[in-house]
């Protein structure tokens, strides 16, 4: 059943209560915030796009903004100055993540590292990404790879755009995104037919793009317990199901490669290019499969859709405005010329592209409001007291469009970011795509690379227009929300090449 109409009928039932309205804090001295209801707390404030309503109520409680959903107590925070007070000056007491139907199926009974609470098990998981999975010895290793699935994706677009027919990009780029984490991860990619699991992966990704959906939700069984065993909107059945099967799978293919690993052994080479899951399985003593699984369902959960939404929003914005989009690829003319592909190596050399992507990052982060972190114990904050078991909302949205720090902030202008020494790796506050701190993402140089050099190939090998019969300037800009909060109308272009068809050439 839709949210609003369940809330409806709810609403109902407790407006009798309403001349009982509690105060959730009783004597403490919380910050300001809407009203809370009995039973739905502040729910009715909420819209299908809930990172725009915080900004909204935010404008009128202020950048730290208290707020009962359900039966629990959330604190927003809204501005540069908030985000640096819960993720650096409070980090640690901040650092934890809630209970939540999430964390029990998707992070495997919190075994993986989005979920998992601030402790020795997210220590060690966290340990092992920043040492020895997305280094940047790692990802250096893997750039090959990377390269030949830019040009398998401008490929796919050439033959797809064939006589001005139109091109989706929504699937090609979550297709360039996956395709690359399976690389790093398995060592094959996500279409390859010629391997054991062969079609397992197609399941597979079925399997985690509805996790991430469902995970960007909020799950009212979360919020108000009395009503966790009907399942309203039927977010626990639906992440039940699809865990049991991403276990299935997972167990199948950790499987397939130690027996390959076993056979490998025979004649193993020094110089092989050492997998993901090789260095995860090499850790087996410390690490169950359990937790091998789950790491592996966050980095396909947590790279794939985010990345690909971000390009989809940047080429969007490039299209909304042709001239932005011209002086990019003059720039690629200057730098890259037209004779051979764009490298990694001359992302450096892209100072107007990567103030393009910062711009994006800023006005259309894929995660709008950080994972929910939380505090075990009562915190204080400006004054404030935050009672323990909080959850807090970073939003990374309010933040990045806040008229106190940006002149005109909805305007796309790139132009912002040329001579400032604002970056997006989480140490300015005023724009966070990557969150910061101790909870911040890790795979954010592994994006950064994907979403970097994808964007320069596309621009580089096409010029890009929208369907005929659009104008750029009427394309539409909105979001939706759940998951990677993706441009709602998927981009659907004309890709005319302006590059030989030989300069995007792959090995196979
Ligand atoms: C454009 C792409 C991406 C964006 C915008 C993004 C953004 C974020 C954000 C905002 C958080 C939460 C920070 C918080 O709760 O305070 C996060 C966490 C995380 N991200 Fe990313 N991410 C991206 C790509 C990736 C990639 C490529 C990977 C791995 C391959 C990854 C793995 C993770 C993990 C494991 C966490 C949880 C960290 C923890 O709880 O300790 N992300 N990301």
């Known amino acids: ?19 009982v309205s509690v105060k959730p804090g009783g004597r403490l001295s919380l910050p300001p915030g809407p009203p809370t209801w009995p039973i739905v707390g502040s729910l009715f404030y909420l819209s299908s796009l809930p990172h725009r309503s915080m900004e909204t109520l935010a404008k009128k409680y202020g950048p730290i903004m208290f707020m009962r959903l359900g039966y629990l107590n959330h604190l927003v925070v809204s501005n540069a100055g908030m985000a640096r007070e819960i993720l650096k000056v409070h980090d640690a007491e901040f650092a934890s993540r809630p209970h939540s139907t999430a964390g029990k199926y998707v992070g495997f009974d919190y075994k993986d590292i989005i979920f998992s609470p601030y402790g020795d098990h997210w220590r060690l998981l966290r340990k092992i990404c920043t040492t020895e999975l997305l280094t940047s010895a790692r990802l250096s290793t893997f750039k090959a790879g990377r390269h030949d699935e830019v040009a398998k ?11 001005g027919e ?9 297709m360039l995104t996956s395709n690359n984490i399976c690389r790093m991860l398995f060592g094959r990619r996500r279409e390859a037919t010629d391997n054991l699991i062969g079609s397992v992966f197609d399941q597979f990704f079925d399997c985690v793009s509805e996790m991430v959906e469902t995970v960007g939700k909020f799950n009212v069984g979360d919020l108000i317990p009395a009503l966790k065993p009907f399942d309203l909107q039927g977010i626990e059945g ?18 397939e490669h130690r027996e390959m690993r076993a056979q490998r052994n025979v004649n193993a080479k020094e110089d092989e290019v050492k997998l993901f899951l090789d260095v995860l399985l090499d850790l087996d003593e410390e690490l169950e499969d359990k937790s091998i699984m789950a790491v592996m369902v966050d980095m396909l959960g947590g790279g794939t859709d985010t990345s690909a939404t971000t390009m989809e929003w940047a080429l969007s914005e490039l299209v909304h405005h042709p ?15 037209r004779d051979r592909p764009v490298r990694e190596a001359d992302l450096p050399n892209l100072h107007y592209l990567q103030a393009v992507i910062k711009e994006n990052f800023r006005l259309h982060p894929a995660v709008p409001l950080t994972i929910p972190h939380v505090n075990p114990t009562a915190a204080q904050l400006q004054g404030y007291d935050i009672p323990a078991n909080t959850n807090v909302l970073v939003s990374i949205w309010a933040v990045g469009r806040d008229p106190a720090t940006w002149e005109n902030p909805l305007e796309f202008n790139p132009d912002r970011f040329l001579n400032s020494d604002r970056g997006v790796t989480g140490t300015h506050y005023e724009i966070l795509p990557f969150g910061s701190g101790r909870r911040g993402c890790p795979g954010m140089n592994l994006a950064q690379l994907m979403v970097q050099c994808g964007l320069a190939a596309l621009l580089h090998a096409f010029d890009w227009s929208p369907a005929p019969g659009i104008k750029p300037e009427d394309m539409s800009m909105l979001e939706s929300f759940g998951g990677a909060c993706p441009i709602a109308e998927p981009l659907l272009v004309v890709a005319k090449p302006r590059v030989s068809t030989d300069v995007y050439k792959t090995s196979a």
Do not use: N
């Open 238 to 255: 639906h992440m039940k199901r699809v865990s049991k099967d991403m276990e299935t799978l997972l167990a199948r293919i950790i499987r």
């Open 323 to 337: 001239a932005i989009m011209k002086r990019v690829q003059e720039e690629l003319d200057v730098v890259v010329g």
């Open 153 to 163: 994706m401008v490929q796919s677009i050439t033959e797809r755009g064939r006589d």
């Open 1 to 19: 059943m839709e949210l609003s109409v369940w809330l409806l009928a709810l609403g109902a039932a407790t407006v009798l209560l309403y001349l």
């Open 166 to 174: 139109l091109v989706k990009m929504r699937p090609i780029l979550h």
